[in-house]
């Protein structure tokens, strides 16, 4: 069995950073990729980065490129998600996910592993 852990989240002014943490622990895979999905209030959840975690390729969604930066640590088995020049609209639960794959997945059901959430909420 696969665990997924997310931490960092908080309440931030606009403008403010933030940097969310994923630790992955169990099975382990040889090539797999891990992403980040959010979910505001009434929206579905939506893609936000991903990264693969043998090649290093990484993939944003078009309203956090530039803004966020995913990356990873190996010796600690974590995904990090630095978010700078964050907005109202960045007001969401992130979930960090994993799954197996030698791509980097942009789609929810894809992703066979999930954590269980932390709060972003920025005032504007």
């Known amino acids: 069995q696969v665990q997924v852990v997310e931490s960092g989240g908080g309440s931030v002014q606009a403008g403010d950073s933030l940097r969310l943490s994923c630790a992955v622990s169990g099975r382990t895979f040889s090539s797999y990729a891990m992403g980040w999905f959010r979910q505001a209030p009434g929206k579905e959840r939506e893609f936000v980065a991903a990264i693969n975690w043998s090649t290093g390729i990484r993939s944003y969604a078009a309203s956090v490129q530039g803004r966020f930066t995913i990356s990873r640590d190996n010796a600690k088995n974590t995904v990090y998600l630095q978010m700078n020049s964050l907005k109202s609209e960045d007001t969401a639960v992130y979930y960090c996910?994993?799954?197996?794959?030698?791509?980097?997945?942009?789609?929810?059901?894809?992703?066979?592993?999930w954590g269980q959430g932390t709060q972003v909420t920025v005032s504007s």
């Open positions: 996910a994993m799954t197996p794959s030698v791509m980097v997945p942009r789609t929810e059901g894809d992703y066979n592993y």
